[in-house]
C-alpha cells in the first residue's frame, strides 16, 4: 500500500546547504523508496525541540509516518556545561541533571504532539557528529546523556528508534562537524527505507543500517488489528504485544473479560509466524464477534481515545 513519509526536525533531514551540491536526505529517500510512495520535508535547520509544532501543522493530511530527529541542536545549546568550573563532581552531575529535566519535558512533549495526529511515528537519535579527538571525548558522554531521553521516550510510547551513531559513523558521513554530507545523507534515508521495511529493495552497494525499535525482531513490521467483543463496545482498550504474550486461550479470554464491554486495539511487532498464532488464538477464544485487520492510522486515532 502507497504511503507518504514526512521528516520533521532539524538539519539531519534538512542538509541540503551542507552537501556541495549532492543530493540531500530527501532527495535521496525519494530515489530509494518504492513505486508510489510520496516524501515531503519540514525539517528545518537550526530546529529544537520547541521548533516542532510549527512543523507539526503542517503535516500533509496523507501522510502516514512521520520520521523525527530532533535534540542535536538542545545538546549544542547546553555546550557550555563542558567549561563551566565545578567543585565536585557531584556538582557537575547536578548541572547535567538540571539540564536533562529541561530537555525531557519539552522533547516528551514535543513527542506527544507529534503522537496526537495519529501517525506511525520513528525517532532518531542524535549522532556522535565529527568532532576533534578533545572535544569527541567530550561530547560523546554528554550526547549520551541527550539519547538516553530519546530512547526512554521511544520505550515508553513504543516507537521505533533509527540510531544515527550506528549510521553516520565514518568522517566522510560529515560535511562539518555536525552536519550530514551528501554521503551520510545517502545512509541517512537508507535507514529510514529500513525502518520502513523496505530494506530489500535497496541497491546491493547500498548498507542496509538497522533500524533500532524496542521489541523482539528488528525485521519484524508492525500489524494491526481491532477485536470487537460480542457486547456493543462501550470503550476501547489498546494492547500491544511482543513475542511471547498470550501462551494460551485462557490468557486471551482472561484479557478479554477484563475487559468486557470494550473495543480492544492490538499492535503486532512480532514475526508473522507469530501474529498469525496470536490471530488463531484471538479468533479461537470465543470472546469476540469480529477480529479484523486495520490500518496504522485507524490504529493511533483510536488509540488516542483509550481508556
Not at 79 to 92: C, F, G, H, I
Not at 94 to 101: I, Q, V
Request: charged share 20%; aromatic share 8%; net charge negative.
Amino acid at each position: 500500500m502507497a504511503a507518504h513519509v514526512t521528516l520533521l526536525g532539524d538539519s539531519i533531514f534538512d542538509n541540503r546547504a551542507y552537501t556541495a551540491g549532492e543530493p540531500d536526505v530527501i532527495e535521496h529517500l525519494r530515489s530509494l523508496l518504492p513505486a508510489g510512495w510520496q516524501a515531503s520535508l519540514l525539517a528545518v535547520d537550526g530546529s529544537t525541540t520547541r521548533s516542532l509544532a510549527a512543523q507539526l501543522a503542517r503535516v500533509p493530511a496523507n501522510a502516514s509516518h512521520l520520521m523525527i530527529s530532533l535534540g542535536g541542536n538542545d545538546a549544542l545549546m547546553n555546550r557550555d556545561l563542558l567549561n563551566r568550573p565545578v567543585a565536585s563532581t557531584a556538582e557537575a552531575l547536578g548541572l547535567f541533571a538540571e539540564r536533562m529535566g529541561t530537555f525531557e519535558s519539552a522533547y516528551r512533549s514535543a513527542i506527544d504532539a507529534a503522537l496526537g495526529l495519529g501517525r506511525e511515528t520513528t525517532l532518531c537519535t542524535i549522532y556522535h557528529g565529527n568532532f576533534g579527538a578533545e572535544e569527541a571525548r567530550l561530547m560523546r558522554p554528554a550526547l549520551a546523556l541527550f539519547n538516553d531521553v530519546i530512547l526512554g521516550v521511544a520505550l515508553a510510547r513504543r516507537l521505533h528508534v533509527i540510531d544515527l551513531r550506528l549510521v553516520c559513523s565514518e568522517p566522510a558521513d560529515y560535511a562539518n562537524p555536525i552536519e550530514p554530507s551528501g554521503r551520510g545523507g545517502r545512509k541517512i534515508a537508507v535507514a529510514i527505507v529500513g525502518a520502513l521495511g523496505f530494506a530489500t529493495s535497496i541497491r546491493p552497494e547500498l548498507p542496509a543500517y538497522a533500524a533500532h525499535r524496542p521489541g523482539p525482531s528488528t525485521a519484524s513490521k508492525s500489524v494491526y488489528y481491532r477485536a470487537v467483543c460480542e457486547d456493543e463496545p462501550a470503550a476501547i482498550h489498546a494492547y500491544e504485544t511482543t513475542e511471547g504474550i498470550f501462551d494460551s486461550l485462557e490468557d486471551v479470554s482472561s484479557y478479554a473479560r477484563k475487559c468486557s464491554g470494550a473495543s480492544i486495539l492490538y499492535r503486532f511487532d512480532d514475526p508473522p509466524a507469530t501474529v498469525a498464532k496470536m490471530l488463531e488464538r484471538l479468533r479461537g477464544a470465543g470472546c469476540f464477534r469480529e477480529v479484523a485487520e486495520i490500518s496504522a492510522n485507524e490504529f493511533w486515532r483510536a488509540r488516542s481515545s483509550c481508556s
